[in-house]
């Protein structure tokens, strides 16, 4: 007989993230089977005969969501022999599928999970103009201990990588190699769109009419297009300075590619046009120097203004740039920056989430979502106060001793 898996949280402080009803004092949250049964206030809930967990009066949020890592693709000091994120050998590579690289035996996963960042949007590199496809994934497994990180993926593809300006020119540059201009990338992003464009129309034909139209022949690189260009998934631009982020949204308004901006560092410039022209910002990471010229513009003011201003916006870490697990850190320097408390809790939860169109599973304290919990006395912007508990597929992963069982 199988065993049905349970857990009744009470007391808390539930941080829903919904917009209905942001947050539900002195609440509880019933899990079953991974997921979110129930929930309300402690008044109203109802006699159910399991075993309680009572975090006195705790907050309780979501399980953060990291919209842009490479966790998993660059191993530790170490060279080629464990790094795997970026194949410069071609700079357009839309069929690559980024799940084929990643390592989940790095500490990473773990540590990311501790500190509650239980999703993780793992991206390839940014020296290529077409990189490969982005897969959503949790920090753990399910399904117990097991390493395969099949068994962790909520998503894929979830998006379709492309990168302008620095990356892609200086690594070509260095190969002698197109492209080295901003033109260039451009260029050929457009030529494999046109072909992604006519490859689409001929499978839709055929599709629609096999008997009377020729169905294309095999192309791996379109084959790999075919979602983005059907409007399934969202173009994810690496994009810093506002040149190179317009020449995103002019691209993706020639071809009806639903863009979302990466990095945006000057993108609290243009918010206007952002709010406007795209699905999403990813920006960050903040906590790094101005280490290249396309970050010279960079602010810890950034994100708060574009929020501000009506952008969607969400919180990165690129990780490894940034350690995946200080994530909840980058949105307290957001927040020291100017960008609203309640505001940056939602841009590593349910902003995220929806930018990436996982929303369905997480982001949110909601019925039917995955139960994905982290539980606080304080405040996830307090680098001195890490989670009491963290609750990943409705089973405690880490606690401390604040926690009282009782029926």
């Known amino acids: 007989m199988k065993m049905i898996q349970q857990l009744m949280i009470t007391n808390v402080r539930i941080h829903t993230m919904n917009d209905a009803d942001s947050v539900i004092e002195n609440g509880y949250i019933y899990v079953r089977e991974g997921k979110i049964a129930d929930l309300g ?59 084929d690289a990643v390592n989940t035996g790095t500490a990473y996963f773990q540590e ?12 390839p590199g940014s020296t290529n103009p077409i990189a490969g496809q982005i897969a959503a994934v949790k920090t753990y497994c399910a399904k117990g201990q097991t390493r395969r990180i099949d068994d962790r993926v909520i998503a894929t593809p979830a998006a379709m990588k492309f990168a302008l300006g620095e990356n892609p020119k200086s690594t070509y540059n260095d190969k002698d190699q197109m492209p080295v201009t901003r033109m260039a990338i451009a260029a050929m992003i457009r030529e494999m769109l046109e072909k992604a464009k006519r490859y689409e129309q001929q499978k839709s034909r055929y599709e629609a009419d096999p008997d009377n139209e020729d169905e294309p022949e095999y192309d791996q690189k379109c084959e790999a297009m075919l979602p983005l260009m059907r409007r399934q998934i969202a173009a994810h631009f690496h994009a810093h300075t506002v040149d190179d982020i317009c020449t995103a949204l002019r691209i993706a308004k020639e071809y009806q590619l639903r863009a979302v901006i990466v990095h945006a ?16 910002v990813l920006s960050g990471p903040i906590l790094t120097d101005r280490s290249k010229p396309e970050l010279k513009g960079q602010t810890a003011a950034s994100a708060g203004q574009m929020a501000a201003a009506g ?81 990943a597929g409705g089973r405690i992963v880490s606690q401390e001793s604040e926690a009282k069982d009782s029926r």
């Open 41 to 99: 206030k402690m008044t109203a809930m109802p006699k159910y005969n399991i075993l309680r967990r009572d975090f006195g009066g705790a907050d309780i949020c979501p399980g953060f969501v990291d919209a842009h890592t490479h966790l998993g693709l660059f191993g530790d000091a170490v060279g080629m022999e464990d790094t795997d994120g970026n194949e410069d050998s071609d700079p357009i590579t839309p069929q690559l599928n980024v799940l």
């Open 311 to 391: 952008v969607k916006t969400a919180l990165i870490t690129d990780h490894p740039e940034i350690p995946l697990n200080y994530l909840p850190l980058c949105a307290a320097l957001a927040v020291r920056g100017g960008m609203d408390k309640e505001e940056a809790l939602r841009a590593i939860t349910i902003t995220p989430a929806r930018i990436c169109g996982i929303d369905d599973r997480v982001g949110s304290v909601e019925k039917g979502k995955d139960a994905d919990l982290v539980v606080y006395k304080g405040t996830p912007f307090d680098i001195t106060c890490p989670p009491i508990a963290v609750i």
């Open 265 to 280: 560092t000057e993108g609290h410039e243009i918010s206007e046009i952002l709010r406007d022209e795209c699905e999403g």
């Open 112 to 123: 990311a999970l501790a500190a509650g960042v239980t999703t993780a949007v793992i991206s």
